[in-house]
């Protein structure tokens, strides 16, 4: 089909799905997906994995906070059923990679982004983090991030101090290591970085059947909201994590040595009643959060 076949055809299943006896079984963003199937396909380099779920959708909706005064972050917008909802919700600033999802976007949204209710991003997210925050007021991020960019998506939020939370569609593996209890298999940097900064926890689980693709893995989506209370300079804490996990089978002691006075850890460690002997993973995160404070470089 033309340009204006498809611009044409937009509008047309627009008016289609106010019927109400087909509202009822397939909604605006359903019938697009139909048409659009055979063209947009989802791209591997991308790590795109459309959910197709509308219930799940409906679940990540309703777990959000009130949003009345704070804007919204949707980061890898895809087809736009989520990015529908949460316009219902709020403003919206959503961040697209794929310049062929960003076209469909720009199109099926006409209407919300002319009165400023989505406002619609071309490029990599993490490209637009470097610029500087990314709306310049508080928000939330809501998103079904690409899995292969989630950590550093969950790095740049606890960064930006106008990041109040994030609410994210991530690997049930990745899930298990934010909420992971100290001495678990699960526990790593990741788990001490975000304890630290903020509260997290697992919403629930979503299985591959609900993307399209489907995913090899489980899925979850996590709550991640940010602690006013801590107040600390995010990459030295985030430095100190990496450092003091660089050798996980390692003592703690060892690895921080690597990078801190030894004779200072060993003060500290006495002061604070750690053993020597304890490896990165056998430490809780509000004891990190102690040594971190405690050590200069």
């Known amino acids: 089909t033309t340009g204006d076949d498809n611009y044409f055809f937009y509008y047309y299943v627009k008016k289609l799905a106010t019927i109400p006896i087909l509202k009822q079984s397939l909604d605006t963003l359903g019938l697009l997906r139909l048409f659009l199937g055979c063209k947009i396909r ?27 005064d704070i804007s919204l972050v949707e980061v890898g917008p895809g087809l736009g059923d989520l ?15 794929d310049e062929d999802l960003y076209e469909h976007l720009k199109d ?14 071309l490029g990599d997210v993490l490209e637009y983090w470097e610029r500087g925050s990314l709306p310049k007021c508080p928000y939330w991020i ?11 998506i969950i790095h740049k939020g606890l960064e930006d101090t106008n990041c109040i939370g994030m609410i994210l569609m991530v690997q049930k593996e990745v899930a298990e290591k934010l909420t992971a209890d100290v001495s678990s298999k699960e526990y790593s940097s990741l788990s001490v970085l975000v304890q630290i900064l903020s509260r997290s926890g697992i919403l629930f689980e979503v299985p591959s059947e609900a993307f399209n693709p489907p995913p090899k893995v489980t ?10 209370s801590v107040k600390v300079i995010f990459q030295g804490l985030k430095r100190y994590v990496s450092r003091a996990f660089a050798a996980p089978r390692k003592t703690l002691l060892k690895n921080l040595s690597s990078c801190y006075n030894k004779e200072q850890i060993k003060a500290l460690f006495e002061k604070l009643n750690i053993s020597p002997n304890l490896r990165p993973h056998e430490l809780t995160a509000d004891m990190h959060l102690c040594l971190f404070r405690n050590l200069t470089i």
Do not use: C, W
């Not at 779920?53 to 906070?65: E, F, H, Q, R």
């Open 83 to 97: 990015t529908k909802g949460l316009i219902e919700r709020g403003s919206v600033e959503a961040y697209e990679v």
């Open 142 to 152: 809501v998103a079904n991030i690409p899995y292969y960019i989630t950590t550093p």
């Open 219 to 228: 899925s979850a989506v996590v709550r991640i909201e940010k602690k006013d």
């Open 42 to 68: 989802a791209k591997k380099h991308f790590g795109q994995n459309f959910l197709t779920d509308s219930s799940v959708v409906d679940k990540i909706i309703k777990a959000m906070p009130d949003t009345r």
């Open 108 to 121: 099926v949204f006409k209407e919300e982004i002319q009165n400023n209710r989505l406002r619609l991003n």
